[in-house]
């Protein structure tokens, strides 16, 4: 064996002839820690900083209201932001992992400072929640001429906390309904969807695919919540799991495939549970259910393996 | 599952993530045993676990004499099964079969309430994880005995040392990689256990307890290259800083501030010193899990400070009842 850690030379060595001999050396060199990448340590120190100095700069304002004024401190926040964004376009030639750091620290101290300018100045007045709406475009823009999918999740999140779907889900407008909710998500979904066919960034599309499908999930599940609904969001989620199931064989996406199977098994147990005044009816049917769902996911992932291989 | 079977999956999996599993390479790289890759193992052993529940409960529900002991057979009976009959092994299934089986079983031993079930619940964390070589059931055993040795208020000390042995276990070549897991992941879960225990009349021993532990593992990852050790490295010195945060009386802001500054700024001159270097220390993306991007977005998600604003008020409420907080968000009225 090796002298050192945990390695693979020896099977890397005979697979030399189907690798080729400048792949197994690049991996031989890995194995054998002459080339080490320090990059997963310095993202995670990195992301460390930008959120401890968001963090900082929340604190910030909730302290000093009294001692500096919401004016300045609106306007100081606002200048940290645009020096962020600055100065990460400004190095955009030379670019290092940190500044995709900086960038999410920026945008970080946009969305800080304009719900604290929303909740100062009150310039929407009764229509305080589109400050929401405002992130969400801002974000955009950020996430479209810095290439971040970072930027574009945050972005998404503020667009569903506009429709009241995520951040204050529920009742930041009031008490809504089961209905009210699911639609909400269904219109977040369609938003992802007309997102996902206007996008011309590659990289963008799987994430505007997976929040799509997980809203229109997410309306289902809301209509499973009451009663009188129940019945229906659960042959919804059912349907909808199986035309995701299909989308995802047809693209090859098997995220989509297994999550839409387990979305589909929780709706088709609850749909049976309640209709069983059994206990042990009810757990039968689990364990059967659970067992099925096992088999038929590996059933999944073997064929989505077929048809990597 | 055959030590070079084991490597063969490991290996498989390594060269999936960078693209080069051609058929031909799988073939060579023979598992006759059926595997998934980590997600797909955290999928499978929550469906199992509720089966494994389900069944429990249904024995209970239909007045079966000793359910526990009946249902943890059958689940243990049925992982062997899988394992020997169908070559089952690093699904997920085995692995919440064996645990919750084993966990069923315990269930009917009387309930004493004395800090010694702890014990009992490690060797079957222990047990299970031996069985079907999961490193986080061996890490769980490990905090079982941290949160006893707690009991006597040794916790942090018996995590720290159990941590050691961990980072020092790492430096031998072990031939199963599962082993060199447990090993990295008590490394890593053994530490932030021993910091949940620390008591704050001994702040100073846990202050330096845990930089010596950063700086040993440190040392260990720049001469021994291992991502494990600079992890480790990051939890130890974040633990001393964050206690020594008592010691500095300056406003949580400005250490937040001087923190994150730091940790970016370190990021910036590493990034810099590095940067052309194509031998030794070296930038070149890697991902640890597979989903490192995926983990950092929920991260960022699920910890960004809040940043909405509160309603305005109603006409007659009076105002200087509220907070605001986070950054620049939570109003908390």
């Known amino acids: ?31 054998r820690r002459e080339v080490f990448s320090l990059q997963p340590e310095l993202r995670l120190i990195a992301w460390g900083g930008a959120m401890l100095l968001a963090t900082a700069a929340g604190i910030v304002l909730k302290n000093n209201l009294d001692r500096i004024g919401p004016l300045a401190l609106a306007l100081l926040m606002a200048i940290a932001a645009a020096a962020c964004y600055v100065g990460v376009w400004w190095r955009r030639s030379r670019a290092s992992l940190a500044d995709d750091y900086v960038l999410l620290l920026g945008a970080l101290l946009v969305s800080g400072d304009v719900a604290f300018i929303e909740s100062q100045f009150h310039l929407l007045g009764a229509n305080w929640y589109r400050h929401y709406l405002l992130l969400a475009v801002v974000h955009a823009a950020g996430a479209y001429l810095y290439r971040s999918r970072v930027l574009l999740t945050l972005s998404i999140t503020a667009m569903a906390a506009w429709l009241g779907i ?16 699911a639609l909400r998500a269904a219109g977040g979904c369609a938003v992802m969807l007309m997102a996902r066919s206007l996008n011309r960034r590659a990289e963008f599309a799987p994430v505007f695919e997976h929040f799509a499908a997980n809203f229109a999930f ?9 009663g009188g609904t129940r019945t229906l969001g659960c042959l919804l989620a059912i349907t909808l799991a199986a035309v995701v199931i299909a989308w995802g064989f047809r693209t090859r996406r098997e995220a989509f495939v297994l999550y839409a199977f387990l979305y589909a098994v929780v709706a088709f147990d609850i749909l049976l549970i309640e209709r069983l005044d059994s206990e042990a009816i009810g757990f039968l049917l689990l364990v059967v259910s659970t067992i099925g769902a096992i088999a038929a ?5 073997s064929r989505f393996r077929e048809l990597r291989a | 599952m055959k030590v070079q079977e084991e490597r063969n999956y490991v290996l498989r999996e390594r060269l999936r993530g960078r693209k080069l599993l051609t058929p031909p390479v799988a073939a060579q790289l023979d598992v006759p045993s059926r595997t998934n890759g980590v997600l797909v193992q955290c999928v499978f052993f929550l469906l199992a676990a509720l089966a494994a529940g389900a069944f429990f409960g249904l024995c209970h529900a239909l007045g079966v004499p000793l359910p526990g002991v009946i249902a943890g057979a059958v689940c243990i009976a049925v992982a062997e099964y899988l394992i020997g009959v169908k070559r089952w092994f690093f699904t997920g299934v085995e692995a919440a079969l064996w645990l919750g089986g084993l966990l069923a079983i315990i269930s009917e031993l009387p309930h004493s309430g ?24 061996g890490a769980a055993a490990a905090v079982l005995v941290v949160a006893y040795a707690e009991r006597f208020d040794r916790g942090a000390v018996i995590a720290l040392l159990l941590g050691v042995a961990a980072l020092l276990a790492l430096l031998r070549t072990w031939r199963r990689p599962s082993t060199e897991w447990l090993f990295a992941a008590c490394a890593l879960i053994l530490p932030v256990a021993g910091w949940i225990c620390a008591d704050a009349r001994w702040r100073t021993l846990t202050i330096l307890l845990f930089l010596a532990y950063g700086a040993l593992a440190l040392v260990l990852g720049l001469r021994k290259r291992h991502h494990i050790f600079f992890l480790a490295a990051l939890i130890g010195l974040t633990v001393a800083v964050t206690e020594s945060r008592n010691y500095i009386h300056i406003p949580a802001e400005a250490w937040l501030a001087i923190a994150g500054a730091l940790l970016l700024l370190i990021a910036y001159a590493v990034t810099r010193a590095l940067r052309g270097h194509e031998r030794g220390l070296v930038l070149t993306p890697e991902d640890l899990t597979g989903i490192d991007e995926t983990l950092q977005i929920a991260a960022t998600l699920a910890l960004k400070p809040e940043s909405s604003a509160p309603p305005p008020p109603e006409p007659g409420f ?3 009842g509220g907070t605001f907080g986070g950054a620049g968000a939570s109003g908390d009225f």
């Open chain 1, 1 to 31: 064996m090796s002298p050192h850690m945990l390695s693979f030379e020896p099977e890397l060595h005979d697979l030399r002839p189907l690798l080729g001999d400048a792949v197994t050396d690049t991996l031989l060199a890995r194995e």
């Open chain 1, 166 to 181: 995520e951040q204050r889900p529920f009742g930041f407008l009031g008490p809504i309904n089961a209905k009210e909710l």
């Open chain 1, 218 to 226: 997410g309306a289902t599940f809301a209509l499973m919540t009451e």
């Open chain 1, 297 to 301: 996911l590996f059933a999944i992932h």
């Open chain 2, 114 to 137: 004395r800090p010694e079930s702890l014990l009992v619940v490690g060797t079957v964390f222990a047990l299970a994880g031996a069985r079907v070589r999961n490193p986080l059931l």
């Open chain 2, 318 to 320: 009076e105002a200087g």
